[in-house]
């Protein structure tokens, strides 16, 4: 039963995160009061997402380094930046949108990713060590990448920052991967299975929570808050097409493009979310709860392409073949 439910979760992600926003802005008045549990539900999440991985996952990073360096560059250098000058054309002057696309694209890669790596049968040990490894340096990167590119215009707590992406994502990932390894992967089908759907239905309330906290700014539909969510789609949208010729453009096998494409494209958006509604004027989160509605639609519209893409150069590949 837990196991269908998980698989229905799956297969609904797409419609169920948009959903949830919808609703916490719909109902913000009855739930933002509970807000202060969003840090404490997301660090279940990724304390669920790590059980699948271990420590041993870092001797792939050594010994086959040059995927983990391509989503690093994309993830945290090629997209911030494009996301500031893609900010400051369209929303010349407008500090905390521009902050707020930024911050988007600097947080790591989403533990979902996996997820769609695994549906689209990728590399699922890559998607895994780009994971861990962006899990472990957010609290260096993030408050960092935040500080050069938009440090002078916003106040930024970098130290706070910093403590709370440890609380929400390094502490928890290093419990869930020591269970990993001290139970020899046993704990993945103990825990991990039992867990994942309520890891869901947790991403759920944590995004319906941050729908809550920004209902003021998202109600008040204006032709800024259209602009905004396709800007944010474009960038969203860019960022698995670049990992993708990024991936393809460097030779990389069929496991291994899949795995780059989608942890390049996803971003660990409850995070942002969290930070931004945490460390900064509320107004910087519209963007990253916007991006929230596209994310996993975005994610299945490319699992759809790479599939596609795959079988017509196969079916390519056996025409030359048979000629």
Same mark, same amino acid.
């Given at each position: 039963?837990?196991?269908?439910?998980?698989?229905?979760?799956?297969?609904?992600?797409?419609?169920?995160?948009?959903?949830? %926003?919808?609703?916490?802005?719909?109902?913000?008045?009855?739930?933002?009061?509970?807000?202060?549990?969003?840090?404490?539900?997301?660090?279940?999440?990724?304390?669920? #997402?790590?059980?699948?991985?271990?420590?041993?996952?870092?001797?792939?990073?050594?010994? *086959?380094?040059?995927?983990?360096?391509?989503?690093?560059?994309?993830?945290?250098?090629?997209?911030?930046?494009?996301?500031? #000058?893609?900010?400051?054309?369209?929303?010349?002057?407008?500090?905390?949108?521009?902050?707020?696309?930024?911050?988007?694209?600097?947080?790591?890669?989403?533990?979902?990713?996996? %997820? &769609?790596?695994?549906?689209?049968?990728?590399?699922?040990?890559?998607?895994?060590?780009?994971?861990?490894?962006?899990?472990?340096?957010?609290?260096?990167?993030?408050?960092?990448?935040?500080?050069?590119? %938009?440090? #002078?215009?916003?106040?930024?707590?970098?130290? *706070?920052?910093?403590?709370?992406?440890? &609380?929400?994502?390094?502490?928890?990932?290093?419990?869930?991967?020591?269970?990993?390894?001290?139970?020899?992967?046993? /704990? /993945?089908?103990?825990?991990?299975?039992?867990?994942?759907?309520?890891?869901?239905?947790?991403?759920?309330?944590?995004?319906?929570?941050?729908?809550?906290?920004?209902?003021?700014?998202?109600?008040?539909?204006?032709?800024?808050? /259209? #602009?905004?969510?396709?800007?944010?789609?474009?960038?969203?949208?860019?960022?698995?097409?670049?990992?993708?010729?990024?991936?393809? &453009?460097?030779?990389?096998?069929?496991?291994?493009?899949?795995?780059?494409?989608?942890?390049?494209?996803?971003?660990?958006?409850?995070?942002? /979310?969290?930070?931004?509604?945490?460390?900064?004027?509320?107004?910087?989160?519209?963007?990253?709860?916007?991006?929230?509605?596209?994310?996993?639609?975005?994610?299945?519209?490319?699992?759809?392409?790479?599939?596609?893409?795959?079988?017509?150069?196969?079916?390519?590949?056996?025409?030359?073949?048979?000629?």
């Amino acid at each position: 039963m837990i196991l269908k439910i998980n698989r229905f979760l799956e297969k609904a992600m797409p419609f169920f995160i948009p959903s949830s %926003v919808v609703i916490g802005v719909l109902i913000s008045d009855y739930i933002v009061d509970f807000s202060y549990l969003i840090p404490w539900i997301f660090a279940f999440m990724t304390f669920t #997402g790590s059980l699948n991985s271990n420590f041993a996952s870092f001797k792939n990073a050594v010994l *086959h380094p040059f995927p983990i360096f391509i989503a690093l560059i994309v993830l945290h250098i090629v997209m911030p930046l494009m996301a500031l #000058g893609i900010g400051h054309v369209v929303f010349t002057g407008d500090i905390y949108t521009i902050t707020g696309m930024v911050l988007m694209m600097s947080i790591p890669t989403g533990i979902t990713s996996f %997820v &769609w790596v695994s549906i689209s049968k990728g590399n699922n040990t890559l998607a895994l060590t780009i994971i861990l490894i962006g899990a472990l340096l957010s609290p260096f990167i993030v408050p960092l990448t935040m500080s050069l590119l %938009v440090g #002078g215009n916003v106040q930024i707590d970098s130290f *706070h920052m910093m403590v709370g992406l440890f &609380w929400m994502i390094v502490i928890p990932s290093i419990i869930g991967m020591t269970l990993n390894q001290v139970t020899k992967g046993k /704990v /993945v089908n103990i825990l991990s299975a039992r867990l994942s759907p309520i890891s869901k239905i947790g991403m759920g309330i944590v995004v319906m929570l941050n729908g809550a906290v920004v209902a003021p700014y998202l109600l008040d539909v204006k032709l800024k808050v /259209v #602009g905004i969510a396709f800007t944010v789609l474009a960038i969203a949208f860019l960022g698995y097409v670049i990992s993708f010729l990024v991936a393809i &453009w460097c030779k990389q096998q069929k496991e291994t493009v899949i795995a780059l494409t989608f942890t390049g494209g996803m971003r660990n958006i409850s995070a942002g /979310v969290v930070l931004a509604i945490t460390y900064f004027p509320a107004p910087v989160a519209v963007p990253v709860v916007l991006g929230m509605l596209f994310q996993q639609i975005l994610a299945s519209i490319f699992g759809v392409l790479l599939n596609k893409y795959y079988r017509k150069l196969e079916l390519d590949d056996t025409i030359i073949s048979e000629s």
